[in-house]
């Protein structure tokens, strides 16, 4: 019997092609930024910019 508890659930999306047309550049490296889900802390499940270049660079940016 296996646990459900340990088990996840991973959903990917399918890529959105007007992300890349409308996606910001990083403020630290330049790099264009992608769509990311918050997952700890206070806004955990909000939604934000962060780089693409992550975890080399950790330019965040808010929606």
Not at 36 to 49: D, E, Y
Request: aromatic share 6%; with cysteine.
């Amino acid at each position: 019997i296996r646990s459900s508890r340990n088990r996840r659930q991973i959903q990917k999306s399918a890529p959105d092609t007007n992300s890349f047309e409308t996606a910001p550049h990083c403020p630290i490296c330049n790099a264009l930024m992608v769509k990311r889900l918050a997952r700890r802390g206070s806004r955990s499940g909000s939604t934000f910019w962060g780089c693409s270049n992550y975890p080399k660079c950790r330019g965040t940016r808010a929606i």
